[in-house]
């Protein structure tokens, strides 16, 4: 026998031919590999497997044996070399040369279970057959793992694939890797051999990891190790497998200054705050973190587990300037969006959030900051506009010198009346020759620009004033979205501006001007001799605001709707005792029967309203529903020999008024129409034709003819005599060649007789004026050189070189116009209200050549200037939503018609008494937001590395001010949570 510690080896040698003598045969002793160093071990089933031992007749064995006693040694009992042959039947054994007895078989197999057969006689030829069988194999040990997937709100995920496995679960070779599908319950079974199992699950738009379950606040920050199950033999273990279905994230990026879209590419590293590991050195391992390098707005990050996320910015392109919103967390299966706000990159700076648990009243929380020479301060989630030192004095436009304001006040001896030589940090007073302080006084600020041409919410007006003063002092809010070529006081709405201005009439010397975008009239008491000339009179705006003359307001119904208000108004008429004025927005007519003297003075007449509080289209009754006393949108009028017309452009009508068959009273019914068969009708029922319109504009008469301006139809209809009848047909026509044509330029380009949509018409003596407003040109027709007939030629040309033109001019001059809406000429005088321009002409004389150029301009500084208050810089100075007339308290919220204007300038009242001076001002903060203010959050660029700096938390509701140092060094962010504040 032998064994490890007493081996015996054997090696085998075969041969087909032996030597003579057989001595000298030659033996090739070899072991299993067929070299002679390996060996056949004695104590084991060795097979014999190399050819070269097959088919050979002799064979002899040799035996080693050693031993690692020296007092003992192996030893060998038996020897056994079975072989095979074809003359040896599988499964049989021959035993030959046998006595005639009883014997007993025995048959074994190492793979069998052995088989004895006993008493088996033996007499001559004995064949006895001896079954053996393969052993009942024995019953593995084995347990249950049930795996249970479900999501996180702990409902069953359906099919989703379960693996448990021991080993590497990517290895293809590994055989204990057993995968199964879930049921409609959540549950994998597996039935396995004792011992320790990972699991996993898997299922189409899901985490492949564990999660938590949703809504767990102890379990948020870090990652559960997924289900590591042991079982025992006849154990059932059931493991609970939370996955989730996965979301997506849309990075938007926004600049911080002008809360414009990011047009550059940022690097940025997205990270999950499942945090897996932790290292050595205290660093973390999140549980999901991605780069991402020259990222463009929008970015979309797809296959992300729900959690909470945070962004790292790399590179030195941008500074993390805000986050809406301040924290990133997908839910399940969502598709959530965020706006990283970026700052130019500056190397140190300082994002501060408040955390806010317990839902304070953060909105307006004051956040100053600290360190070395530097103090500034924010508020959380708003753009702020501060002033705080007005020592530089005034007259600046912009807000170029924070310490600078605009002064636009009532003067002391020709001096403004607010001190320019006031302490830093107020602003006050400035006391007269007599030692009184004016009563009241004035300030204007300078233009502040936010930057923001998007949305924008201004929130609050907040002031600080010395305390114990027995005077007052209030502030108003001015806006507007546009201040390019800024004039005098900014550009703003003044006595000399205008914007959009519609009509233009003169009488007796004075000049009367419909300005219909600043709804208002302005009477001028002389005929202007210089350009941009004052004017005397303003009717549609309230008297004074902030204490003046109110030529700086433009609100439509300024003050309500009353008999002094005005809502766009078109046309203006004057015979030179009572005015009238179309006040179109409001649907009626406006005479007052004297002209006024003094601004804001209220009409004494209303024609198409009951009274003077309503504006109704139609009196109310809508568009379609007309009647005798009823008006939609009237846009011009003209009075001759006490009759009234008015053209009735939304009814498609003119309606004559004749004061000789009943008087003049309010809510009058009309006498005559034209244009409609009927007082009720309302559309253009009558065609083209002679007795149609369609959108008259206006209407004039020189005494004996009545003259339309049937806009819509691009011409002008001339009746003679004047209608004494309704539903009259015209004598001729201009601008078509005949009565059924309506196109503009009759279809092709202008020419001497051809029209596009002129807008207004005066007929004086022999002469004819029509502004032809599409064809940016003037056309005077004089019956002195022929006589007045269907499609007559123009004789002279005003605004174009020549009839066949009518290029719409980009910049003004003296001898150009854009879009003319409105002409007049008093017989001597022309003038032109040259609208897309925000200006009106006056020629000094009727041009009798074409392309004259005009003496003198209203509205605009000079000939070459287009700066509309309108369209430029347009300053309504407000008080609060609920007091728009009035001024703010400093609780009251900015009043809502600001918001969504990039410009804004404020107006400060200070009221005195007699020698007594209100405490000064000492700063004024206006607050806003726009879609880049991240609610609980400031950041402070700028600031000096390796510094700490004092960070103060004020202005919340209930609490006193809390006070951190923090250290900032780089790109850094802060959390300070107001929980922590002081009731």
Same mark, same amino acid.
């Given at each position: ?629 009823? /008006? +939609?949108? @009237? ?8 009759? &009234? =017309?008015? $053209? %009735?452009?939304? *009814? #498609?009508? !003119? ?37 149609? /319109? +369609?959108? @008259? ?8 003819? &009545? =003259?339309? $301006? %049937?806009?819509? *139809? #691009?011409? !002008? ?37 051809? /029209?596009?949509? @002129? ?8 002469? &004819? =004026?029509? $502004? %032809?407003?599409? *064809?940016?040109? !003037? ?37 150009? /116009?854009?879009? @003319? ?8 005088? &022309? =003038?032109?209200? %040259? ?149």
């Amino acid at each position: 026998m032998g064994n490890d510690f007493y081996p015996v080896n054997f090696q085998i040698a075969t041969t087909d031919v032996l030597a003579d003598p057989p001595e000298n045969t030659l033996w090739n002793f070899i072991g299993p590999n067929g070299t002679d160093q390996t060996y056949y071990t004695s104590y084991e089933s060795s097979l014999i497997p190399f050819i070269e031992y097959q088919s050979k007749r002799y064979l002899r064995y040799k035996v080693f044996l050693s031993t690692a006693d020296t007092t003992k040694t192996p030893t060998v009992d038996d020897v056994s070399i079975i072989y095979s042959s074809s003359c040896i039947g599988p499964g049989q054994a021959f035993f030959g040369n046998m006595t005639a007895e009883n014997y007993d078989i025995e048959v074994t197999h190492p793979e069998y279970v052995a088989n004895t057969v006993s008493n088996i006689q033996i007499s001559g030829q004995t064949i006895q057959d001896i079954k053996i069988v393969k052993p009942e194999p024995e019953a593995p040990l084995a347990g249950d793992i049930i795996v249970n997937v479900v999501n996180s709100s702990n409902s069953p995920i359906n099919d989703a694939t379960v693996t448990v496995f021991q080993g590497d679960l990517n290895d293809p070779d590994n055989p204990n890797v057993v995968s199964k599908q879930t049921g409609t319950n959540g549950d994998a079974q597996f039935h396995l051999a004792p011992g320790t199992y990972d699991a996993r699950a898997t299922s189409d738009q899901y985490s492949t990891d564990r999660t938590y379950t949703l809504g767990d606040p102890a379990l948020q920050g870090g990652t559960p190790i997924n289900p590591s199950p042991t079982i025992a033999d006849n154990e059932t273990v059931v493991v609970n497998l939370m996955i989730d279905s996965l979301g997506s994230l849309t990075l938007n990026q926004k600049t911080y200054a002008s809360c414009a879209e990011n047009t550059g590419t940022l690097n940025f590293t997205l990270r999950s705050k499942k945090i897996i590991a932790t290292l050595a050195d205290g660093g973390t391992v999140p549980k999901f973190e991605q780069t991402l390098a020259n990222a463009t707005s929008p970015t979309v990050i797809s296959n992300l587990e729900w959690g909470e996320y945070e962004v790292a910015l790399a590179g030195t392109s941008y500074s993390l300037a805000g986050i809406m919103p301040n924290s990133i967390f997908l839910s399940p299966s969502e598709t959530a969006d965020a706006t990283l706000i970026l700052d130019t990159y500056s190397s140190n700076n300082l994002l501060l959030t408040l955390s806010n648990p317990e839902n304070r009243d953060t909105d307006i929380a004051k956040i100053t900051v600290s360190g070395g020479a530097l103090t500034t301060q924010k508020y959380a989630g708003h753009g702020a506009i501060f002033q705080t030192d007005w020592s530089g004095g005034g007259w600046q436009q912009t807000v170029g010198d924070p310490k600078m304001y605009f002064v636009r006040s009532l003067d002391i001896f020709g001096q403004p009346n607010i001190k320019k030589d006031t302490p830093s940090g107020q602003i006050s007073l400035k006391q007269s020759i007599n030692g009184n302080y004016p009563v009241p006084g004035y300030l204007y600020s300078s233009t502040f620009d936010t930057g923001i041409n998007g949305p924008i919410e201004y929130t609050n007006l907040l002031w600080s004033q010395q305390s114990g003063s027995p005077g007052g002092t209030f502030f108003s809010i001015a806006t507007t979205s546009n201040v390019n070529n800024e004039i005098t006081i900014g550009g703003s709405i003044s006595s000399a501006s205008l914007a959009a201005p519609s009509r233009v009439t003169e009488k007796n010397g004075k000049l009367f001007i419909a300005d219909t975008s600043n709804n208002r009239v302005l009477i001028f008491n002389s005929i202007p001799t210089r350009d941009s000339k004052d004017a005397d009179v303003v009717l549609g705006q309230p008297d004074y605001i902030l204490g003046k003359p109110n030529f700086i307001s433009g609100i439509e119904n300024n003050g309500g709707l009353s008999a002094s208000s005005l809502f766009k108004p078109n046309g203006v008429f004057s015979d030179g005792t009572k005015l009238y004025i179309a006040d179109t927005g409001n649907n009626r007519v406006l005479i007052y029967n004297s002209i006024p003297t003094t601004s804001n003075k209220s009409a004494d007449i209303v024609l198409g309203q009951q009274n003077f509080t309503s504006n109704g289209i139609n009196g109310g009754a809508g568009a379609g529903s007309s009647s005798a006393n009823s /008006l +939609n949108q @009237p846009d011009n009028i003209f009075v001759s020999d006490a009759r &009234l =017309f008015i $053209a %009735d452009t939304g *009814n #498609h009508r !003119v309606l004559i008024h004749d004061f000789n068959l009943a008087p003049l009273i309010s809510n009058r019914n009309a006498d005559i129409v034209i244009g409609q068969p009927n007082f009720n009708s309302t559309s253009n029922t009558a065609g083209i034709g002679r007795k149609g /319109l +369609n959108s @008259p504009t206006s209407v004039a008469s020189e005494g004996t003819k &009545l =003259f339309v $301006a %049937d806009n819509g *139809n #691009h011409r !002008v209809l001339v009746y003679d005599p004047i209608p004494i009848q309704s539903h009259p047909q015209a004598e001729f026509v201009l601008g078509q060649v005949d009565f059924n044509g309506n196109q503009a330029n009759q279809g092709s380009v202008p020419t001497v007789s051809r /029209l596009s949509y @002129p807008r207004d018409i005066h007929a004086i003596g022999s002469k &004819l =004026f029509i $502004a %032809d407003t599409d *064809n940016n040109r !003037v056309l005077i027709h004089n019956f002195d050189i022929s006589s007045l007939a269907t499609n007559r030629n123009a004789d002279v040309v005003i605004g174009q070189p020549d009839f066949i033109s009518n290029l719409e001019p980009s910049t003004p001059s003296a001898f150009v /116009l854009k879009q @003319p809406n409105g002409v007049f000429s008093d017989g001597t005088n &022309l =003038f032109i209200l %040259d609208k897309g321009f925000n200006r009106a002409l006056v020629f000094n004389q009727i041009p009798l050549s074409n392309q004259a150029s005009a003496n003198i301009v209203i509205g605009q500084p000079d000939m070459s200037r287009d700066e509309s208050n309108s369209a430029n810089a347009m300053w309504y100075y407000h008080g609060p939503q609920n007091n728009p007339g009035g001024f703010y308290s400093t609780v009251d919220p900015i009043n809502p018609l600001h918001d969504n204007q990039r410009y804004l300038r404020y107006g400060v009242q200070f009221s005195a008494q007699s020698t007594v001076v209100p405490y000064p001002i000492e700063d004024i903060t206006i607050l806003y937001k726009t879609q880049c203010s991240t609610p609980n959050q400031a950041y402070f660029g700028n600031l000096s590395n390796n510094t700490v700096y004092t960070v103060n938390v004020s202005n919340i509701p209930g609490v006193t001010a809390l006070q951190k140092d923090i250290n900032v060094s780089g790109q850094t962010s802060a959390t300070i949570n107001i929980s922590s504040l002081t009731e």
